[in-house]
């Protein structure tokens, strides 16, 4: 199995900057793509980014393309979602997730991502 853990969220104004990091244990040949959701009260889950299995794709939302980045480290065990200019709407638990197929482009569906982090909640005030 694969185990993820979350860690880097907090609460911050409205143009701040926060770096959210995801470090994956155990099997690491069950870890393909690697990416992000998140959930606000009374929302559906949904995608934010994600990177392939080597770094060389990523997909993001059009709600933050621009100003987040996703990046994962040369052992593939980690990965980093740098978020600046951070807005209200931005407020969620944002949660981790693992894809174990190495495919080309990683996808946006959840239904995909086999294994989750417990999540990290991120506050933006206006």
């Known amino acids: 199995q694969v185990q993820l853990v979350e860690s880097g969220g907090g609460l911050v104004q409205a143009g701040d900057s926060l770096r959210l990091s995801c470090a994956a244990s155990?099997?690491?040949?069950?870890?393909?793509?690697m990416g992000w959701f998140r959930q606000a009260p009374g929302k559906e889950r949904e995608f934010v980014a994600t990177?392939?299995?080597?770094?060389?794709?990523?997909r993001y939302a059009d709600s933050v393309q621009g100003r987040f980045t996703l990046s994962r480290d040369n052992d593939k065990s980690k990965v980093y979602l740098q978020m600046n200019s951070l807005k209200p709407e931005d407020t969620a638990v944002y949660l981790c997730?693992?894809?174990?197929?190495?495919?080309?482009?990683?996808?946006?569906?959840?239904?995909?991502?086999?294994?989750w982090g417990q999540g990290t909640q991120v506050t933006v005030s206006s």
């Open positions: 997730a693992a894809d174990p197929r190495r495919i080309w482009p990683p996808s946006t569906a959840a239904t995909y991502y086999n294994y």
């Open positions: 990177i392939s299995f080597i770094g060389a794709s990523t």
């Open positions: 155990g099997r690491s040949n069950m870890i393909g793509a």
